[in-house]
């Protein structure tokens, strides 16, 4: 459930900020807040005992003034228009604030998928984008995946859009590379993680090759965020996962563990380290810690116990707004989730770019084209928040904000 308190919402309070150190007027501010469209859908579909069943899902355009609305679609048994409202109102943010021509979107549906076979999965999934589909397109909406939705389900989509519509491999992003899928979008978004890590050590005068680093979540972001700072020649001392955390003060053999959770989906069981606790780990001293699992993680409970130089939000909204004020007079710095976590979309946005010319890039490219981008956002928002004095999330804000409304004006105005 989205938390729609601005004080322990930090999106939402940074929103606010953004707008009052803008100066935007109030009209725009409140159009910019509000989605465009908001669609519920019944979405009937068969059991595999032959029943009829209905599961009801969502898609949320919440802005499409710098170019088509822009994201994931998850399955989640939480999923529910507030969350779904405002996890679209982060793309438009997110998209504009790494400068790719896209507005915001999000879609669910309201189910446990484990619930499911993967018959009926398929069937759901095409239900459901059969009903979407009379406001998506490859310039108009674009999905991809999201929480428990992968490039199967997305492979099922460009499918079923195509069988209306003619081949469309731009309809959705997040497919396999034999679909049209890019090479390195599987890593991006922890690629981004490090490299946005990189940017900040510069700026807080943090020696890369010296620094210790923590991450707390062990999956598709936090594993290859660790791989890349590894090489950068960071220490990753601890690592964690849903089933607890290891630690080792000389740091961590990581290309082994990274090979072990490949295998295991799961780092439990590896040979190195000491067993901690996720508590213990959030604790630990460092100078990065990378939440990179769940939303809340860093909040009023265990903030006083934070040890670390700078926190660089890999997960979406990981630390809660109170939290975030008593870091920010403790001097820990925090660099933002719409910000670290960019790489994702912006691979995304390169994958849409190579469907709609019908021209595969190479793995250097993209890597090239998304250093770029992460480097460019990092090196605005660092402006901003000098020249302001604001923390690195309002300035993300007001970058991503401020851009969004110079085009609202030339179109509306
Ligand atoms: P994932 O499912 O691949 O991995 C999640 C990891 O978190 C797993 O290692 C899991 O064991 C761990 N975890 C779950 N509960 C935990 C707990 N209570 N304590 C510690 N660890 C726990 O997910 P992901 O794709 O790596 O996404 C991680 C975060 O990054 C999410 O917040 C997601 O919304 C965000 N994000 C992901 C992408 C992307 O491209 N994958 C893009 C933007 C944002």
């Known amino acids: 459930m989205a938390n729609n308190n601005s004080s322990s919402n930090p999106t939402l309070a940074a929103y606010k900020k953004a707008v009052e150190l803008l100066g935007m007027k109030l009209n725009i501010a409140k159009a910019l807040e509000m989605p465009d469209r908001e669609l519920t859908v019944e979405v009937p579909f068969k059991m595999d005992n032959g029943d009829v069943n209905s599961v009801v899902g969502y898609r949320v355009q919440h802005n499409n003034t710098r170019g088509p609305f822009k994201g994931g679609i998850r399955y989640h048994q939480h999923v529910d228009i507030e969350e779904v409202r405002a996890l679209a109102t982060l793309m438009t943010w ?11 979107g999000k879609g669910g549906i309201a189910i446990d998928p484990s619930n499911y076979s993967k018959n009926e999965l398929e069937r759901i999934s095409r239900k459901f984008f059969r009903a979407i589909d009379p406001i998506v397109g490859p310039n108009v909406d674009i999905p991809a995946p999201d929480v428990n939705t992968n490039a199967q389900v997305m492979s099922w989509f460009m499918d079923e859009y195509s069988q ?3 081949y469309t491999p731009a309809i959705v992003t997040g ?3 034999e679909l049209g899928g890019s090479l390195g979008r599987e890593e991006a978004t922890g690629r981004g993680t490090a490299i946005i890590t990189k940017e ?12 210790e680093v923590v991450i707390q979540g062990f999956g598709n972001v936090g594993s ?23 630690y080792d003060p000389n740091g961590l053999d990581i290309n082994n563990l990274f090979d072990h959770n490949k295998k295991h989906r799961t780092i439990d069981g590896f040979g190195g380290g000491k067993k901690i ?22 909040n009023s409970s265990n903030v006083n116990s934070i040890n670390c130089k700078v926190i660089v939000e890999a997960a979406n909204g990981p630390v809660t707004g109170e939290a975030a004020d008593k870091l920010w007079k403790r001097k820990i ?26 021209f595969k890039w190479t793995k250097q490219d993209v890597n090239k084209k998304l250093q770029e981008k992460m480097i460019n956002a990092f090196n605005e928002v660092y402006a901003v928040k ?7 999330r309002i300035a993300s804000f007001m970058v991503a904000i401020d851009r969004v409304q110079q085009s609202y004006i030339l179109r509306e105005g």
């Open 200 to 211: 900040a050590a510069d700026k807080w005068n943090i020696d890369l090759n010296k620094s």
């Open 277 to 298: 606790t996720n508590e213990e780990l959030l604790a630990l001293k460092c100078d990065f810690l990378i939440p990179a699992a769940l939303g809340s993680a860093i």
């Open 164 to 166: 209306r519509h003619g």
């Open 175 to 177: 497919k396999p590379v």
């Open 386 to 392: 000098i020249e302001k004095k604001v923390p690195m």
């Open 94 to 104: 997110k998209t504009s604030l790494v400068d790719i021509p896209y507005g915001g």
């Open 333 to 358: 710095a925090i660099i933002p989730d719409i910000l670290t976590n960019a790489g994702g979309v912006t691979v995304s946005y390169f994958e849409w770019v190579q469907n709609l010319q019908q």
């Open 224 to 246: 290859y965020a660790a791989k890349f700072l590894n090489e950068y020649g960071c220490k990753i001392i601890a690592v964690s996962d849903v089933s607890g955390g290891l």
